[in-house]
RNA sequence: GGUCCUGUGGCCGAGUGGUUAGGCUCAGCUCUGCAAAAGCUGCUACUCCAGUUCGAACCUGGACGGGACCUCCA
């Protein structure tokens, strides 16, 4: 297995991945809450560690992926008060909570399908699990570091961070957010100002509530995580993934408990994506910046002037590192386009080059380079950037202008299979469907007769085609070796 | 206000103390009946100020700009 490196936001420096019993790897990433379409920046999170879970895989360790869907238990505010997301939407709405639920995890999974997204190994719920999370709860309070009061049991955030480091993934200091943190309505039950709910007493009118110890409730949001996980994964696992902004309150909380309920670390690695911006600005749809996964791929959206599909927008994400902010911009997108379709059109290339006797190009190097930058903190840019050197060497090669060996153009393919297609998770846009096939066949009946029209040197009849066949969307492509054609 | 991150060529976006990132755009050339495609060549950047150094865009300090978190959020 070769030394791969990844940054730990715990240790805020890369380090060489480890796995505690390779070849297994236990993975978890906190997935979405399910209340609403499935917001562009939850893709983006859900695309990196994609990449990351399909190299882990490529480079032999397997991987129990873990993701979960909070489908109970996130409320409005993080001061434990307000309403569940969810029970606000089921009245609104006049649905069942489990409905809402079940709209949104099918559309979450249509959307992350069209991203060509790996399903994970298991895809565990809040409400599948709320016995796990009152059994963690009630033993955090055995161990005297969480505490009921009416129904409602919070962790002692200060108690907890006597003997442990509490702040440890974001680097703050205690006093700094005791002091900072702001007074809020509800919380009068809370010892300290930074204790947090793990078990949430319900209002007679609440929807989804379970009976308890403690009386009628539901979990807090964190515990979910907490209880998964180790069930999962057990209490200590190799890598948690999840978007930046819930390093410093989630994945802190979780931590907390974790410690405080088995007393370990629960995880070696902590990746944290950053986030995604608009021309600048984070999307958000308060700023009314954001558009949907399915307004993105029609275009169907003021900000937007034409829609991508999904495989160019993942090819522009793989862009930029998991860890810098993803700006969405027309012209970005639209660069982005164009490059990937020219990678796409290079691998049909590669399967029509012919082999030379000796090759003028390294391509094991190139190979090395791929490694290289995806070992490095799952480098994708640089990957794309090597795999354009890959896209020069096909082009010029059929030009003539360089020479590979058979035994070089197999390395290519198996480059291209290996990084776009297994670990970039990237595909051709359909091109096996029946019409597809029909419409090859009539394009090249039209070609044809261009072709004949060439020969003749009736040259205002050979263009007219062309210049026809343009403007319906399909670009003619002269050679020496012959007319092809795409979309 | 506090904590942290960040500032790269027309646009997007990597990276390193001294050597070409890459993509897109633009210009020229090759090829072509013309065009497109493809290839080649060119456009050589690192917010500002001071310091460390033989040498800094890359290290340190400061200024200014942008962002994230501190409040639901991937």
């Known amino acids: 297995m070769q030394p791969l490196f990844l940054y730990n936001t715990l240790t805020r420096k890369k380090e060489e991945f480890k796995a505690i019993s390779p070849p297994f790897v236990g993975m978890y990433v906190c997935g979405p809450t399910v209340y609403a379409d499935v917001h562009l920046g939850n893709c983006r999170t859900f695309i990196s560690f994609d990449i990351i879970y399909r190299y882990l895989v490529h480079l032999g360790y397997k991987v129990r992926y873990v993701r979960n869907i909070t489908d109970a238990g996130h409320l409005e505010s993080d001061a434990d008060t307000g309403e569940d997301k969810i029970s606000k939407k089921a009245k609104l709405q006049q649905l069942e909570p489990m409905e809402i639920v079940q709209t949104y995890t099918v559309d979450f999974h249509n959307v992350m399908a069209q991203f060509n997204a790996l399903p994970p190994s298991i895809e565990p719920t809040a409400t599948g699990h709320i016995l796990e999370q009152q059994e963690i709860a009630q033993e955090i309070i055995n161990k005297g570091l969480a505490y009921e009061v009416n129904g409602t049991v919070y962790f002692d955030v200060e108690k907890f961070a006597k003997d442990h480091n509490y702040t440890a993934l974001t680097g703050r200091k205690l006093e700094e957010l005791l002091e900072n943190t702001r007074d809020l309505e509800g919380q009068q039950d809370k010892k300290g100002r930074l204790d947090f709910a793990l078990w949430i007493k319900a209002k007679p009118e609440h929807l989804m509530q379970w009976n308890s110890a403690w009386g009628k409730g539901f979990p807090g949001w964190h515990i979910e995580c907490s209880a998964m996980s180790t069930k999962y994964l057990g209490e200590q696992f190799d890598i948690h993934g999840g978007g930046m902004d819930l390093q410093a309150t989630h994945h802190t909380n979780e931590i907390a408990q974790s410690i405080a309920y088995c007393g370990k670390q629960p995880c070696n690695y902590w990746l944290h994506t950053n986030m995604l911006t608009v021309s600048g600005q984070k999307m958000s749809k308060s700023l009314g910046n954001s558009f949907l996964p399915s307004e993105l791929f029609s275009g169907n959206h003021p900000l937007l002037d034409k829609g991508y599909s999904p495989m160019t927008v993942r090819f522009f994400m793989m862009q930029t590192h998991y860890r810098s902010t993803l700006d969405f911009s027309n012209e970005a997108l639209q660069a982005s386009e164009k490059g990937f379709d020219r990678l796409m059109e290079s691998h049909k290339t590669l399967q029509t080059l012919i082999p030379s006797a000796t090759s003028s190009e390294d391509i094991k190097a190139l190979e090395t380079r791929c490694y290289e930058a ?24 059929n030009d003539k202008k360089l020479s590979l060996t058979q035994a070089d153009i197999e390395l290519l393919k198996k480059i291209y299979q290996h990084f776009i297609f297994d670990v970039m998770g990237l595909k051709a846009v ?10 090859d066949k009539v394009v090249n009946i039209v070609l044809d007769l261009r072709n004949k029209a060439k020969a003749e040197k009736n040259f205002p009849l050979s263009d007219e085609i062309r210049d026809k066949l343009t403007e319906s969307g399909v670009q003619v492509k002269d050679s020496k070796e012959g007319t092809a054609w795409k979309i």
């Open 374 to 397: 995806m070992n490095d903190d799952f480098n994708t840019p640089v990957l794309i950037a090597v795999l354009f050197d890959a896209v020069r060497i096909i082009n010029s090669a």
């Open 430 to 439: 359909s091109e096996n469907s029946k019409s597809m096939q029909v419409l």
